[in-house]
């Protein structure tokens, strides 16, 4: 591959997936090396004053401040682009922080946004707390009932913002559909991504325009960094998200883009054997719990839907014991493989309690009107031996009385 060859679109357009997770976006320095560089500087300096000027202008391409562009940070930015099949993607510094991003940029005091039930708690908290603030309303909705989403649509709604599946209820939304509602009245659908990555799902194939990412999750893959990521139209990450991130300053180090842009390189096999191991793990499970939610076994209401927009199962599905809070923490505490933890999408399986840990902010009230209890637990299922995940989960389901 020469020097530029991975940032050149006429030739990675043509890349196949698999390609484009080890070699898109890669561009090489003079030196020739073959893992992508890692530019640990703030700034840069030019030749000339009328080169900096130029650059400033926009008249002339290359580097100004790391807080806009970075060769590491732009490498990732590319890569996930390509696997995303967008036109553009900008990195910030945490899922979060791209979520907040997404929104921000493009909302107003006036604004109305629709917003699913079910979603990562901080997801929640920017529509119910922090957007009100700066007079934007949010109308809560059943992601999955695509009739409630066309009729919260006010004359000022600009924005749907949903994930699928949703955390912790694995709630699958149909992107098809609510895409088009959305484009039938000139608003902007932004859906969290986070559960499934490019390589099991990409909603700008259905008609979404914006994908907001946490890369922490399984484009890491391994809990070693923070990282978000947004992808859409030039148009959006230009001319809306730029200006916003510019001038707020959410980016991404370039130590964690570089960290990132290894883990895109085992993406697509990391997601495929832990939705793997989930189905399998997920099966055993469901034998034992009172109820489980899994989008891709029989008993999920929305499996079809599921499988048609994800090409596997995922890692994560979760669980709903009756004996509430106590019997979830007895499980937990039983776990002698498995880690407690709140984090997703790692290579490590690891379980959480939503109603203590990731909604605990939401209060009673919150969580009950999301569908989450405090019997529901959530499993990221990770690479390790599926034989050894099912053994630990046996004992720990014995001991917690099931």
Same mark, same amino acid.
């Given at each position: 591959?020469?020097? $530029? +060859?991975?940032? &050149?679109?006429?030739? #990675?357009?043509? /890349?196949?997936? =698999?390609? @484009?997770?080890?070699?898109?976006?890669?561009?090489?320095?003079?030196?020739?090396?073959?893992?992508?560089?890692?530019?640990?500087?703030?700034?840069?300096?030019?030749?000339?004053?009328?080169?900096?000027?130029?650059?400033?202008?926009?008249?002339?391409?290359?580097?100004?401040?790391?807080?806009?562009?970075?060769?590491?940070?732009?490498?990732?930015?590319?890569?996930?682009?390509?696997?995303?099949?967008?036109?553009?993607?900008?990195?910030?510094?945490?899922?979060?922080?791209?979520?907040?991003?997404?929104?921000?940029?493009?909302?107003?005091?006036?604004?109305?946004?629709?917003?699913?039930?079910?979603?990562?708690?901080?997801?929640?908290?920017?529509?119910?707390?922090?957007?009100?603030?700066?007079?934007?309303? $949010? +109308?809560?909705? &059943?992601?999955?009932? #695509?009739?409630? /989403?066309?009729? =919260?649509? @006010?004359?000022?709604?600009?924005?749907?913002?949903?994930?699928?599946?949703?955390?912790?209820?694995?709630?699958?939304?149909?992107?098809?559909?609510?895409?088009?509602?959305?484009?039938?009245?000139?608003?902007?659908?932004?859906?969290?991504?986070?559960?499934?990555?490019?390589?099991?799902?990409?909603?700008?194939?259905?008609?979404?325009?914006?994908?907001?990412?946490?890369?922490?999750?399984?484009?890491?893959?391994?809990?070693?960094?923070?990282?978000?990521?947004?992808?859409?139209?030039?148009?959006?990450?230009?001319?809306?998200?730029?200006?916003?991130?510019?001038?707020?300053?959410?980016?991404?180090?370039?130590?964690?883009?570089?960290?990132?842009?290894?883990?895109?390189?085992?993406?697509?096999?990391?997601?495929?054997?832990?939705?793997?191991?989930?189905?399998?793990?997920?099966?055993?499970?469901?034998? @034992?719990?009172?109820?489980?939610?899994?989008?891709?076994?029989?008993?999920?209401?929305?499996?079809?839907?599921?499988?048609?927009?994800?090409?596997?199962?995922?890692?994560?599905?979760?669980?709903?014991?009756?004996?509430?809070?106590?019997?979830?923490?007895?499980?937990?505490?039983?776990?002698?493989?498995?880690?407690?933890?709140?984090?997703?999408?790692?290579?490590?399986?690891?379980?959480?309690?939503?109603?203590?840990?990731?909604?605990?902010?939401?209060?009673?009230?919150?969580?009950?009107?999301?569908?989450?209890?405090?019997?529901?637990?959530?499993?990221?299922?990770?690479?390790?031996?599926?034989?050894?995940?099912?053994?630990?989960?046996?004992?720990?389901?014995?001991?917690?009385?099931?």
């Amino acid at each position: 591959m020469k020097r $530029t +060859t991975g940032q &050149d679109r006429t030739q #990675t357009r043509n /890349w196949r997936p =698999a390609t @484009r997770a080890i070699r898109g976006g890669t561009w090489r320095s003079e030196m020739g090396e073959t893992s992508e560089a890692l530019f640990l500087t703030s700034g840069y300096s030019y030749d000339d004053a009328a080169s900096v000027a130029a650059r400033f202008a926009g008249e002339q391409e290359g580097m100004t401040y790391s807080r806009l562009q970075n060769p590491t940070v732009a490498m990732l930015e590319e890569r996930i682009a390509l696997l995303e099949g967008a036109e553009a993607c900008r990195t910030q510094a945490s899922g979060m922080a791209a979520m907040t991003a997404a929104l921000l940029c493009q909302l107003s005091a006036g604004d109305h946004m629709v917003g699913a039930r079910a979603a990562f708690g901080s997801c929640r908290w920017l529509g119910d707390h922090l957007l009100p603030r700066f007079g934007v309303e $949010t +109308t809560v909705v &059943d992601a999955g009932d #695509t009739a409630q /989403w066309e009729a =919260a649509i @006010r004359p000022n709604t600009k924005v749907f913002f949903f994930e699928t599946p949703a955390n912790p209820t694995m709630d699958v939304a149909d992107l098809a559909a609510i895409a088009e509602i959305a484009k039938a009245h000139g608003i902007t659908t932004v859906v969290d991504n986070a559960f499934c990555s490019p390589a099991l799902q990409r909603p700008l194939e259905f008609g979404i325009d914006v994908v907001a990412y946490s890369a922490t999750k399984l484009m890491d893959g391994q809990g070693r960094v923070l990282a978000g990521a947004v992808c859409g139209s030039e148009e959006f990450i230009n001319d809306k998200l730029l200006p916003f991130q510019r001038n707020t300053g959410p980016n991404l180090s370039p130590f964690n883009a570089w960290v990132v842009l290894k883990g895109l390189e085992t993406l697509d096999l990391r997601a495929r054997k832990q939705s793997e191991n989930a189905l399998a793990l997920g099966r055993f499970v469901e034998k @034992r719990v009172p109820r489980i939610l899994h989008p891709w076994l029989d008993s999920h209401p929305q499996q079809a839907l599921a499988m048609k927009q994800m090409d596997a199962c995922g890692p994560i599905f979760s669980m709903v014991l009756d004996g509430g809070r106590a019997q979830a923490h007895a499980l937990l505490d039983a776990l002698q493989l498995i880690d407690i933890s709140n984090n997703i999408g790692d290579s490590r399986s690891l379980m959480c309690h939503p109603a203590s840990t990731t909604h605990h902010n939401m209060g009673a009230e919150g969580r009950e009107a999301m569908g989450i209890g405090e019997g529901m637990l959530r499993l990221n299922v990770g690479l390790e031996d599926i034989e050894d995940l099912i053994e630990d989960m046996d004992q720990a389901l014995a001991k917690a009385g099931l």
